[in-house]
């Protein structure tokens, strides 16, 4: 059972601002482009919404020269499963996720694409 995480503004900013940079920031410099809106948010509040926002899967986490940086999630594929074989074939899909849930402001807690179905080969067995 995944934790309901309720929405603040703060961590919407927070979103806002690693999906408004194609690069990817560190958490201090998260922190100082938060603090322009947000005046009063802790380094602790940017630390804590990072990680609730890398649980749901909205951003993603690497580590450059011992320093954490955050980037928008690429969402770039969906996976295909034979429910007969149960091959899983990933497969580009452009979706962005992240921006439909900031242009509608649904609170998503996971996503998961799988197109359920028979693969070539097993459906050319089946003829
Ligand atoms: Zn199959």
Redesign the pocket.
Same mark, same amino acid.
């Given at each position: 059972m995944v934790e309901r995480k309720r929405w603040s503004k703060q961590s919407r900013t927070i979103l806002d601002i690693i999906y408004n940079n194609e690069e990817g920031l560190t958490a201090s410099e998260i922190y100082d482009i938060a603090r322009e809106t947000h005046p009063n948010i802790s380094l602790g509040t940017v630390y804590r919404n990072l990680r609730d926002l890398q649980d749901v899967g909205l951003i993603r986490e690497t580590t450059s020269g011992g320093v954490s940086v955050y980037f928008k999630h690429p969402f770039h594929s969906a996976y295909l499963e *034979?429910?007969? *074989?149960?091959?899983v074939i990933p497969v580009d899909f452009m979706l962005n996720i992240g921006d439909i849930i900031r242009s509608t402001g649904h609170d998503v807690k996971r996503w998961d694409l799988k197109l359920i179905g028979?693969?070539?080969? *097993?459906?050319q067995k089946c003829t």
């Open positions: *034979c429910d007969v *074989c149960h091959s028979t693969c070539k080969e *097993c459906l």
